[in-house]
């Protein structure tokens, strides 16, 4: 009940088009979605972060779209770009515990 | 901007021996965490720390691992007898609070020989 389901595992968007990545969870309780980027031999960087009390959330080309009912959030980049090549974790938490993470996807933007 | 600084960022260790993984929070976070992430896996938490102990510990967590805040800067893994299965990214993070955002450091590429 505490996992996060993250898909797809790698993708790869030409330059320009619109990277999606999908979470899933089944904790109810959950109550922080952040994602978080990953450049090789780095630490997760938060990117962008959503609770459940809105149903989206946009910051320049980062949009975090969130469905409570279906326990599922996603985050967009619009506009993907060959700097955006990282891997990306989604993640939640409730109010006093710690991140429970998906297992990340792999974006390789072309140009 | 600050940020979460860790040392050394590579160590390499034999099998049974001790380590010390160091961080350095961002200064005015009270809570601290240490995750780990093996080789093309996800993070996994392992332990968080708030007012001078542990506030949560993960399975992985066992009494091999342990953590000191032993000044008013510094926040430490300690590994007593490593294994080959240790050999991991460790990364220390700190948040204001929990349930806030989490800011994570750099890592410290742990391998165990």
């Known amino acids: 009940q505490q996992q996060v389901k993250q898909s797809p595992q790698s993708l790869i968007v030409q330059k320009g088009g619109i990277s999606i990545i999908n979470c899933a969870y089944e904790?109810?309780?959950?109550?922080?979605f952040p994602w978080y980027q990953q450049f090789p031999g780095k630490g997760p960087a938060l990117l962008i972060a959503?609770?459940?009390?809105?149903s989206e959330k946009k910051e320049g080309r980062f949009t975090i779209s969130f469905n409570k009912s279906a326990k599922q959030f996603s985050l967009h980049i619009m506009d993907s770009q060959p700097g955006d090549s990282a891997t990306y974790f989604c993640a939640a938490s409730t109010g006093y515990s710690t991140l429970t993470f998906g297992k990340g996807t792999m974006l390789l933007v072309s140009p | 901007e600050p940020e979460v600084t860790q040392t050394p960022s590579h160590q390499v260790t034999q099998m049974g021996q001790e380590v010390i993984l160091r961080c350095v929070p961002i200064s005015n976070h009270l809570y601290f965490y240490w995750y780990r992430q093996i080789l093309g896996q996800k993070v996994e938490f392992l332990v968080s720390f708030y007012n001078n102990e542990i506030s949560e510990k993960s399975e992985i967590f066992d009494d091999q691992f342990s953590v000191e805040r032993p000044d008013g800067s510094n926040f430490t893994l300690k590994i007593r007898s490593t294994k080959l299965e240790d050999s991991a990214m460790y990364f220390c993070?700190?948040?204001?609070?929990?349930?806030?955002?989490?800011?994570f450091g750099p890592g410290t590429r742990l391998t165990v020989t």
């Open positions: 904790n109810t309780a959950f109550d922080y």
């Open positions: 993070a700190s948040s204001e609070a929990p349930g806030r955002e989490q800011y």
């Open positions: 959503i609770r459940p009390d809105v």
